[in-house]
């Protein structure tokens, strides 16, 4: 079966300082992949997805950058992180081939900028 | 621009009330409607994927319908440990699956 594996669970950061964030998938292979941000009172926002090695699609301008250096790994960073970056991340998976796959979250990582 | 807009924000039951969740739509080319559920400090967690307007799915208490313009989630004699956020997320044409989520319904349930 597969699984997907996010780390840190929490993490607190000041202003100003660099992030990265890693997000792997087990037991499939060419994953569509996705990192997502969750804000309180909020949907989820869609910052980025990847459907192959070295492919990534931002959707929103940001302060944040996406990399996918292998297959199953997905990695969220940022070179100096704002106030306004404090949040619920979420990496998700689908299905590579085929429309209508549901999307599988890891459990997160709750980021606070200090 | 698509939308996902659900309903009511927050909901309490008491065990054993039935009741329905609201989730209206609007997207160019609705290819698929999903449910998740998310519970405090987690991921959302799959529970359906409704792809046509008629079409309705079931696991335990949860059954979803779609209609074309909206999707409900009825819960049937809810109990305690069905108390979560439901999310429903709609998917456009288009590449790589991606999703438009709606905010949430956060559902308690007390005995």
């Known amino acids: 079966s597969q699984t997907i594996h996010q780390w840190p669970a929490t993490l607190v950061q000041p202003v100003g300082s660099p992030l990265s964030l890693e997000c792997t998938v087990e037991?499939?292979?060419?994953?569509?992949l996705y990192w997502y941000r969750q804000a309180a009172g909020r949907g989820l926002q869609l910052l980025f997805y990847?459907?192959?090695?070295?492919?990534i699609s931002s959707e929103v301008p940001q302060n944040l950058s996406a990399s996918r250096p292998q297959d199953r790994q997905f990695i969220l960073s940022s070179k100096k992180l704002l106030l306004s970056d404090s949040g619920f991340y979420l990496c998700?998976?689908?299905?590579?081939?085929?429309?209508?796959?549901?999307?599988?979250f890891g459990d997160g990582t709750r980021l606070s900028i200090l | 621009e698509d939308q996902v807009t659900q309903s009511p924000e927050a909901l309490r039951l008491q065990e054993g009330e039935s009741s329905s969740l609201n989730c209206s739509y609007t997207v160019s080319g609705l290819r698929g409607l999903f449910w998740y559920r998310q519970d405090p400090g987690k991921g959302p967690e799959f529970l359906f994927t409704?792809?046509?307007a008629g079409e309705e799915k079931e696991k335990e208490r949860l059954k979803a319908t779609l209609t074309k313009k909206e999707s409900f989630l009825h819960i049937t004699a809810p109990k305690p440990e069905d108390s979560a956020t439901y999310l429903c997320?709609?998917?456009?044409?288009?590449?790589?699956?991606?999703?438009?989520f709606g905010t949430g319904t956060r559902l308690q349930v007390t005995l």
């Open positions: 409704l792809y046509s």
């Open positions: 997320a709609a998917q456009n044409t288009g590449t790589a699956s991606k999703l438009t």
């Open positions: 998700a998976w689908s299905q590579g081939r085929g429309a209508f796959q549901p999307q599988h």
């Open positions: 037991g499939t292979s060419n994953p569509n």
């Open positions: 990847s459907v192959g090695i070295g492919q």
